[in-house]
């Protein structure tokens, strides 16, 4: 076991410095460059002075030297300043962390607390009209493009209804938790609806496997009751393989949160990422996707491990071969 | 010479291919959405030829008639420009479906090649593509796809002519599904590689002394073909749903080529003057990748060679 998790987290490392390297270098290729950026904001800027100031952030250094550079400063806990904020880059990423947790958090108990009782009911009334129509729904949940959803969202609550704030964090001035729970309902229902499909296909289709096996047939010829026979029998068996889907769905929850949090500009690290990006601040952008990166390396490596924790009859070495 | 190597498998083909063809008829859904898709495949082609009988246009703008509610003249209305709501749509589909289909066969034929690959020689070559295969996968895919949007091309150092052309967004935007498409089809070859080369025709044709290459096209792509349709089917579903989120930022297909995705660009901005607007792209995108969904459920399960009757 141990051999197994030093070799998956070793992997993982080597995984992060990859696409650490490879994202360094896209992010130079991205339009504008940060002291032409300067130079045109100054006009008092010679073509000297810029040649001066590449020189003096090594900017005229080869990339392989500036990435080992950042990594070195990385490794001590220095990632830079950002641009945009005029903050160092951890500062940004500590105010907007704890938003997408909240967002996230929420939307995965909520798409869960309705994804598994609604599973295993079309599990246990497989091909009756209720399980297509469940299954409609899952589809449609899945097909529906995000960022349309919110629109369609913010154009039935806030524009037509007026119930709900069509966008932001809490209104200006005002104070207190039920604002602030009134801005969170509609990015929370959309990330909700996008999720809740696939997790519901999962739960059915796992619960249903779980069903067929044996030791379920003899619980039910021995008498016991539909409901004794879910919650007592076949639940914590049907459940493993929806952890794992779970856990691998990190990076898609990721994702979600990015288009969620720009329509409704919800201040969280999927719209600090996006904005990051598009507004050429490098180091905040290269750091936000290191972590979109390690959010997703440790979903897959949760998923393995809680697979063999969770499943006694699954062993390491024939998940290994899995793979 | 090819009396040993060419005999048929356990079921002979055709029958297969009907009982295939009956269990897809029984899904009603898929075959539901297969016409949905037909339909809109032609309308879209049919684009130029819906314009001219109904004498509208996807790109004439007309500041005098911006927002229009649908009329005889326009059946969806128009714009925020004065363009022809209807028509933009029809154009659009032909870019959005066009890309993501192209965007799928090249992940799939990327995905295959390495699957075929990895599966058959197995060893070194096996296990660095597979790690390679589990690396791409474990990528925060959007963000990175909107970086990859986002660089400036000049800075790759590609001619001008490239770099300038306005169908330049399609290319890239194909280009860059592609890179990271294929892991799925990769993954699913190399097993079913791995587990058709060690059945006795393959076996007897290596031991014929046919070629690796040889034996990869004519024995084991022809056995391995059900999972790479069903999973490009589902592939083209969400490559739809990238697309349209990408040009919805204003970073995949660029105006003034109308796709489904960057006519809803400004709709965010004009929900409370034509929140119409806003329905229609939306809804094309919906069905279409809801209709590819149900098609890949389809055929998955027509084409499980385990199912029974």
Known sequence: MFRYIAGRLLESIVVLLVVSFAVYGLIGLMPGDPIDLMVQGDPNLTPEDAKRLKALYGLDQPIIDRYLAWLGNAAQGDFGYSRNHGQPVLDVIGSRIGNTIFLLGISLILSLAIAIPIGIYAALRPYSPLDYAINMFCFAGISIPPFWLALLLIILFSVTLGWLPAGGMATVGASGLLDRLEHAVLPVAALTIASVGSFTRFMRASMIQTLRQDYIRTARAKGVSTTRMVTHHALQNALIPLVTVIALSFGTLFSGALITETMFSWLGMGKMIYDAILGNDYNLALVGLMIATVLTLAGNFLADIGYVWLDPRVTIASRADKR | ?309
């Open chain 2, 1 to 309: 010479m090819t009396t040993v190597t060419d005999t048929p498998p356990p079921s002979p083909p055709q029958s297969n291919a009907r009982r295939m063809a009956r269990r897809f008829r029984r899904h009603r859904l898929a075959l539901g959405s297969l016409v949905v898709l037909i339909l809109l495949a032609l309308l879209s082609l049919g684009a130029p030829l819906i314009e001219a009988l109904l004498g509208i246009d996807a790109e004439t703008t007309n500041l005098f008639q911006r927002f229009q509610p649908p009329s005889a003249a326009h059946p969806l209305g128009t714009d925020e420009a004065g363009r022809d709501v209807l028509a933009r749509l029809l154009h659009g589909g032909r870019v959005s479906l066009a890309v993501a289909m192209v965007a799928a066969l090249c992940s799939a034929i990327i995905g295959t090649l390495i699957g075929l690959f990895a599966g058959y020689h197995g060893g070194w070559a096996d296990t660095l593509l597979m790690r390679f295969t589990d690396g791409v996968i474990a990528l925060p895919l959007l963000p990175l796809l909107i970086v990859l949007a986002a660089i400036d091309l000049n800075k790759l150092g590609l001619p001008e002519s490239i770099t300038q052309s306005e169908d330049v967004s399609l290319y890239r935007i194909v280009v860059i599904i592609a890179l990271f498409g294929w892991t799925t089809v990769a993954r699913l070859v190399r097993a079913e590689t791995l587990s058709l080369k060690q059945r006795e025709f393959v076996r007897a044709a290596v031991a014929q002394g046919a070629r690796p290459g040889r034996i990869m096209r004519t024995h084991i792509l022809p056995n391995a073909i059900s999972p790479i349709i069903v999973a490009t089917t589902l592939s083209v579903g969400s490559i739809i749903l990238f697309e349209s989120v990408l040009s919805f930022l204003g970073l995949g297909i660029q105006p003034p080529v109308a796709s489904w995705g960057n006519m809803l660009t400004n709709a965010q901005d004009l929900i409370w003057d034509a929140p119409l607007l806003a329905v229609w792209p939306g809804l094309l995108i919906f069905v279409t990748v809801i209709a590819f969904n149900f098609l890949g459920d389809g055929l998955q399960d027509a084409m499980d060679p385990r199912a029974v009757d």
